[in-house]
């Protein structure tokens, strides 16, 4: 009753930001625990780690389809749809899971949890998508001081994507805790059940918006202008080298060679993207200390890409050279590896934003993250084959040159302001 009173009343700009924001933030518990329960559900029953990426192929394949689609669905029906069918999917997918038995064939359990992680990809990127639309639709317009619309639209990223990290890293470590404590099945109803009572928040948003006042063309779907081409081309490069250790190489390192448990594995992996997360949100703060004041632009990104690009190569070459235990050279390089790649991320998710308009910024979001999601899909299936070939040296090796591949990219970047039809 309390919702239908509330439908009734209209919802300023940024109360409905406020209302997409905090069911990212539930979707994003879920998303989290999910991956996490997988890895290791399957990984106790035997599987390699090439087949546990496979279970996770279809969830980055229907990403890119997803983001590609779904930036023009926003546009053409508002986000409110978008929002509400990726949450619903997202309950779908987990409800799927609950009666997935250890006693089923190999090869049916891999099927149907591909199935099941593919409504899961579909879901997620239409949450990301929807949420991150909404930023440019609440933004205050300021045509009388442009530096200072820019600087509030590079906090609100900011802000919506550390929080969002760092709600993923608790989402971790409540994966790992949920397994030891309650076991899988129990685990997925569980957060089927939340996710469902966060879903029914939404109801009070309005259906328009950020629709598009003239509906736009199928044609519309892929961008034209050269910034967001260049930077989607760097985007996927990027989270490239970081799935290619992250997602499949790093949790089975840990619990296989260094003998972690896995609520030990789950706890770190989230405390590294709530580092991650925490950082993102405080990159404006960070660049006003280091005497930054003006939004960033392309040589940031540069500067960020070249730092990170050594990283993941000191790693592999400590684990190499046994220059220290593997449990430290991969703990401390990967926490080095996530500041930088956190300032990367969070001046790529502000500059995306900055090259689009408020009327098209749903179409562009979603190319640029159709990009992000072809990055993990090729990181995911990277990171399963390549452990198996040469273990976390080589997932390394190729996160370096990943990393050296968006680098090369950004120096293509266009100034922020120049004509995004160039």
Same mark, same amino acid.
């Given at each position: 009753?309390?919702?239908?009173?509330?439908?009734?009343?209209?919802?300023?700009?940024?109360?409905?930001?406020?209302?997409?924001?905090?069911?990212?933030?539930?979707?994003?518990?879920?998303?989290?625990?999910?991956?996490?329960?997988?890895?290791?559900?399957?990984?106790?029953?035997?599987?390699?780690?090439?087949?546990?990426?496979?279970?996770?192929?279809?969830?980055?394949?229907?990403?890119?389809?997803?983001?590609?689609?779904?930036?023009?669905?926003?546009?053409?029906?508002?986000?409110?749809?978008?929002?509400?069918?990726?949450?619903?999917?997202?309950?779908?997918?987990?409800?799927?899971?609950?009666?997935? @038995?250890?006693?089923?064939?190999?090869?049916?359990?891999?099927?149907?949890?591909?199935?099941?992680?593919?409504?899961?990809?579909?879901?997620?990127?239409?949450?990301?998508?929807?949420?991150?639309?909404?930023?440019?639709?609440?933004?205050?317009?300021?045509?009388?001081?442009?530096?200072?619309?820019?600087?509030?639209?590079?906090?609100?990223?900011?802000?919506?994507?550390?929080?969002?990290?760092?709600?993923?890293?608790?989402?971790?470590?409540?994966?790992?805790?949920?397994?030891?404590?309650?076991?899988?099945?129990?685990?997925?109803?569980?957060?089927?059940?939340?996710?469902?009572? @966060?879903?029914?928040?939404?109801?009070?948003?309005?259906?328009?918006?950020?629709?598009?006042?003239?509906?736009?063309?199928?044609?519309?779907?892929?961008?034209?202008?050269?910034?967001?081409?260049?930077?989607?081309?760097?985007?996927?490069?990027?989270?490239?080298?970081?799935?290619?250790?992250?997602?499949?190489?790093?949790?089975?390192?840990?619990?296989?060679?260094?003998?972690?448990?896995?609520?030990?594995?789950?706890?770190?992996?989230?405390?590294?993207?709530?580092?991650?997360?925490?950082?993102?949100?405080?990159?404006?703060?960070?660049?006003?200390?280091?005497?930054?004041?003006?939004?960033?632009?392309?040589?940031?990104?540069?500067?960020?890409?070249?730092?990170?690009?050594?990283?993941?190569?000191?790693?592999?070459?400590?684990?190499?050279?046994?220059?220290?235990?593997?449990?430290?050279?991969?703990?401390?390089?990967?926490?080095?590896?996530?500041?930088?790649?956190?300032?990367?991320?969070?001046?790529?998710?502000?500059?995306?934003?900055?090259?689009?308009?408020?009327?098209?910024?749903?179409?562009?979001?979603?190319?640029?993250?159709?990009?992000?999601? @072809?990055?993990?899909?090729?990181?995911?299936?990277?990171?399963?084959?390549?452990?198996?070939?040469?273990?976390?040296?080589?997932?390394?090796?190729?996160?370096?040159?990943?990393?050296?591949?968006?680098?090369?990219?950004?120096?293509?970047?266009?100034?922020?302001?120049?004509?995004?039809?160039?």
């Amino acid at each position: 009753m309390g919702i239908l009173a509330l439908a009734r009343r209209p919802l300023s700009a940024l109360q409905q930001y406020a209302v997409v924001t905090a069911n990212y933030w539930a979707f994003t518990l879920t998303d989290g625990a999910l991956r996490m329960l997988v890895v290791f559900h399957f990984h106790a029953l035997g599987y390699t780690t090439l087949e546990i990426a496979f279970l996770f192929l279809f969830y980055e394949f229907f990403g890119i389809l997803t983001n590609l689609y779904g930036g023009w669905l926003g546009a053409r029906f508002g986000l409110r749809l978008t929002l509400w069918s990726g949450t619903l999917m997202q309950v779908a997918a987990l409800l799927m899971l609950i009666p997935v @038995a250890d006693t089923w064939p190999k090869w049916w359990s891999v099927a149907y949890v591909m199935v099941a992680q593919a409504i899961s990809g579909i879901a997620k990127d239409l949450n990301k998508m929807s949420a991150k639309s909404a930023i440019k639709t609440v933004v205050p317009d300021t045509p009388d001081d442009q530096s200072r619309g820019e600087q509030q639209l590079f906090r609100w990223v900011a802000i919506l994507t550390g929080s969002k990290n760092a709600l993923k890293g608790v989402g971790f470590f409540l994966g790992g805790l949920l397994l030891t404590s309650i076991g899988f099945n129990a685990a997925v109803g569980a957060m089927a059940a939340g996710l469902f009572l @966060a879903f029914l928040l939404t109801l009070v948003l309005p259906a328009d918006i950020g629709r598009m006042k003239e509906k736009p063309k199928f044609t519309a779907l892929l961008s034209k202008s050269r910034g967001i081409n260049v930077l989607s081309l760097a985007r996927f490069f990027l989270f490239g080298a970081r799935d290619v250790w992250f997602v499949v190489a790093l949790p089975v390192f840990l619990q296989a060679a260094l003998g972690w448990r896995f609520w030990e594995v789950g706890g770190f992996m989230g405390l590294w993207v709530i580092g991650y997360g925490i950082v993102q949100a405080s990159a404006p703060a960070l660049r006003r200390s280091w005497g930054q004041s003006k939004p960033p632009g392309v040589s940031a990104v540069e500067f960020w890409s070249g730092v990170l690009t050594a990283i993941p190569a000191l790693i592999a070459i400590a684990l190499w050279r046994q220059v220290a235990h593997p449990g430290v050279a991969v703990v401390v390089g990967l926490a080095a590896f996530g500041v930088v790649f956190a300032m990367n991320s969070s001046i790529h998710s502000y500059m995306v934003l900055a090259y689009t308009d408020t009327e098209s910024v749903s179409l562009n979001v979603g190319f640029y993250y159709m990009a992000n999601a @072809a990055g993990r899909l090729t990181g995911t299936l990277l990171s399963g084959a390549l452990f198996l070939a040469g273990g976390m040296q080589a997932c390394l090796w190729m996160s370096c040159a990943l990393v050296a591949l968006a680098f090369a990219s950004s120096t293509r970047l266009p100034a922020v302001h120049a004509t995004p039809t160039s």
